[in-house]
């Protein structure tokens, strides 16, 4: 092997930068030609592809985004659309990939794979922590971090009107970011898709804390929670309780932006230099995670979460921290 090529795809999470650096310098070390393909998987079909050296990624590992850009490609779940990638995969004479996605990349992969043979290791690029196989995601640490310091703030307004907020954070189909800051800001109320959630449980924990005059009151609701968001969820407090001030808070894209953690920067980095030391060893159709603080590879077709676990202590904990 060669030649490889790097594409980040799916939504942007910090830390990809610092990943794309790792994967170009360990290519390098290897003695390795390296490619970047710009806009994932649909850069990959239009031939958007070029070759990289160690200067390109200097002064990037503090970079939030991605310097190959990202993209989501409905062409390339179409066998003619595979069939492009990979005639331009050969013409670039590139011979192995490194993935940075999250389980929509993963998914793409698994099924361009059954199709045509070139080896591959992903790279867990995601704020949502929705992949097994890996104890934490590159972005989330910086989207928790960026939640709880939105969350912070809004209790301080909350405490100075008295008021009840309802804020709204992003995961997708997970709740992690939704738990964690939620915990880490003393929430008085977490709403994770994970769970079923009964509105009328909802506003039972805001009655009894009324009746105890407790004035400020922060719920913290996933953007996929079945009870609709945090609009919804706003306007049923609302209906119950038309005396209170309650304001819905969406944070929104914020989240994926910012100059990554240094919890980001290190795992992009551990999991970027693994990931050509595997292709180099031959390894191929696996992600790389940290599990217990060691490097694992995990098969692309076991990665995706079926979103029915979350520690159940941790919701207790919820209940009693915020009593």
Known sequence: MKNIGILTSGGDSPGMNAAIRAVVRTSVYHGLHIHGIRRGYQGMIEGDIFKM???????????????????????????????????????????????????????????????????AVGIPGTIDKDLVGTDFTIGFDTAVNTAVEAIDKIRDTAEAHDRLFVVEVMGRDAGYIALYSGIACGAEDILIPEQHNNITDVLDRIDFDERRKKTVHILVVSEHDDLGGAKEVTDSITA???????????????????????????????????????????TTQVMAGVINDKVVFTPFTEIVKDGSYINPDMLEMIRVLSS
Do not use: W
Not at 91 to 119: K, M, S
Not at 271 to 277: E, I, K, Q, S
């Open 240 to 282: 119950r309780f038309p005396h209170l001030d309650v304001r819905a808070c969406i944070l929104g894209h914020i989240q994926r932006g910012g100059s990554p953690s240094q919890a980001d920067r290190v795992l992009a980095s551990r999991l970027g230099f693994a990931a050509v030391n595997a292709l180099v060893a031959g």
């Open 53 to 119: 050296k160690t200067t390109d990624v200097s002064n990037i590992i503090q970079r939030g985004g991605t310097i190959l850009k990202t993209a989501r490609s409905k062409e390339f779940m179409t066998d003619a659309g595979m069939k492009k990638a990979y005639e331009q995969l050969q013409r670039h004479n590139i011979e192995g990939l490194v993935l940075i996605g999250g389980d929509g990349t993963f998914r793409g992969a698994a099924h361009f794979f059954e199709q045509y043979t070139i080896p």
